[in-house]
């Protein structure tokens, strides 16, 4: 009955209704885009970050000839690789990728990269992820066809690029560049490589990479065939990924290998601190991937700050939309309070009839809101809109606009604002419920 009267005042209050339900709407629908978009990001973030710089899980480390001098290499590959893979539940794959930076050179340009020694061989997930990029994506003027094999990366001294790399150094497949490097006996070395394929660009994190075969980067620095960059293992359930990496750390140590204390921070932010400590040899490192890629956490905690804020700026607007609207129903329906008094209804009923009119406002426009939200965010992501601006490009991860949709956050978005409007509508429905009958009858305003 209550019910039936909560819905017969919503009818009957016309445009302040309307105009309530179509705030509350908004703001869910604002809401779950922006928190769609947060998820996108972070998809993006985790999807370039296992692509390209990390596992779920990796093993670096440094060696020390010296006190003073420090290489981030592993030394003593093959049985720290078994030990891991033996080690490690879940794991789907285990692969090693050589580190580099050096100075790439063309005819017409120059940038300073990190390079990624591979082998063709183990990385199909890599080239399954990365797509060839079109000539018209890095050069103005050309052709849009896909061409480039980045299987041929399996050829000495080959390179592959991505689009943003190939326009700033001005070249395109089959021209040569010259990377230039010190080795880690203080020598400079150099080397040329022909480009064999440009890919699509993935984010920030593809505007300083470079991949080349294995043997390159040994040629290059001079290192040991059974020395590496980083070990990196991959999970069926990235979650895992901090419990994993103490139990493969207890192998090593167990193993008689010394491990590094866990510091959350990418390989090439632990250099100073190395350097300054007084031990020689090898030393282990065992990070996450969310370690390696903590530098860009910024990115998200910005859009979910701004996103907070401005939601919870349009919520107390509408708080006090909620709060008008109940105190001016109220008043105009105050002869009727009364008499609903007068003939029995006990206060408890009175402040529950307000209390799911409320509440049933706030359901009903914040699914309505929540459900446009989402045919429009899978509208969006189905039509693969181009994002122009490239400092833009580099934030979001993706030169697209990506969303992921959580029906987990929705759901607790619909409950969050239905709360909402129900808590706001409190102090009205307790000033109804409060009114004397005889007074309430009496009462011509």
Do not use: C
Request: charge should be negative; avoid cysteine; glycine fraction near 8%.
């Amino acid at each position: 009955m209550l019910g039936v009267i909560a819905f017969r005042n919503l009818r009957q209050g016309g445009k302040r209704t309307y105009l309530l339900g179509i705030a509350l709407a908004l703001v869910t629908g604002l809401l779950v885009t922006l928190m769609s978009l947060s998820n996108g990001i972070n998809d993006s973030l985790v999807r370039a970050a296992t692509t390209l710089a990390a596992g779920h899980v990796n093993i670096a480390g440094f060696y020390k000839s010296t006190p003073k001098e420090s290489a981030p290499i592993v030394t003593d590959m093959a049985p720290i690789k078994a030990i891991a893979a033996a080690n490690a539940p879940g794991l789907t794959r285990v692969i090693d990728r050589h580190r580099g930076w050096a100075k790439a050179i063309s005819d017409t340009g120059s940038m300073f990269a990190g390079l990624y020694g591979v082998d063709v061989a183990d990385e199909g997930a890599l080239f399954a992820a990365l797509q060839v990029a079109s000539e018209a994506d890095y050069q103005d003027g050309g052709r849009a066809e896909l061409r480039g094999d980045p299987n041929r990366l399996g050829e000495p001294n080959s390179v592959v690029l991505f689009a943003a790399q190939a326009r700033r150094l001005g070249v395109t497949l089959g021209d040569r560049i010259t990377l230039r490097t010190e080795t880690l006996r203080g020598m400079s070395n150099t080397v040329d490589v022909e480009v064999v394929a440009v890919m699509q660009n993935l984010g920030m994190m593809s505007s300083w990479n470079l991949l080349l075969p294995k043997q390159t980067i040994l040629d290059l620095y001079g290192l040991d065939p059974n020395s590496t960059g980083a070990i990196m293992l991959y999970l069926d359930d990235i979650e895992q990924s901090p419990a994993v990496m103490e139990q493969v750390r207890s192998a090593l140590e167990e193993e008689g290998y010394t491990v590094m204390d866990h510091d959350p921070r990418p390989f090439f932010s632990k250099f100073e601190v190395v350097s300054g400590q007084d031990w020689t040899g090898q030393q282990l490192d065992l990070t996450t991937w969310d370690d390696e890629v903590s530098f860009m956490s910024w990115i998200l905690t910005a859009i979910d700050s701004v996103s907070f804020l401005l939601v919870m700026v349009l919520a107390i607007i509408i708080a006090i939309g909620i709060m008008n609207a109940m105190w001016i129903a109220v008043r105009e329906r105050t002869r009727e309070v009364g008499t609903l008094r007068a003939i029995g209804m006990s206060q408890r009923r009175v402040l529950a009839m307000f209390m799911i009119e409320a509440t049933a406002l706030g359901f009903i426009a914040t699914t309505i809101g929540a459900g446009l939200s989402v045919a429009l965010i899978l509208g969006l992501e189905a039509a693969a809109i181009e994002i122009p601006v490239d400092a833009i490009r580099a934030i979001l991860m993706s030169d697209t606009l990506h969303f992921v949709v959580s029906p987990t956050q929705i759901l607790l978005s619909v409950v969050g604002f239905t709360l909402f409007a129900a808590i706001a509508s409190i102090w009205p429905a307790v000033r109804a419920a409060r009114l004397p009958p005889i007074t309430a009858i009496q009462r011509t305003e």
